[in-house]
């Protein structure tokens, strides 16, 4: 087997809607009442739950910048 390897960012202090994959990580647009292609770019701390970003720049975004870690953050 050569599955392509994943690489799951893991994604913390998402909105409840971008926890769920229902909003782009990135630009927060609501996947429900703005549909768009999407794709996943890693999964949420809070909800396990795989999350998207729009095809396209907010993707490219997504992908090549990592997400900043924020110590001792606002939790
Ligand atoms: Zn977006």
Redesign the pocket.
């Known amino acids: 087997m050569t599955a392509t390897p994943y690489l799951a960012t893991v994604y913390t202090g998402l909105s409840p809607a971008a926890a769920d994959g229902l909003a782009?990580v990135?630009?927060?647009?609501g996947y429900l009442t703005d549909p768009q292609p999407s794709r996943p770019v890693g999964i949420a701390a809070d909800t396990g739950s795989q999350v998207f970003?729009?095809s396209g720049?907010?993707h490219t975004h997504a992908t090549t910048a990592q997400p900043v870690t924020t110590e001792g953050g606002t939790r």
Do not use: D, N, W
């Open positions: 782009c990135l630009c927060h647009r970003a729009c720049t907010c």
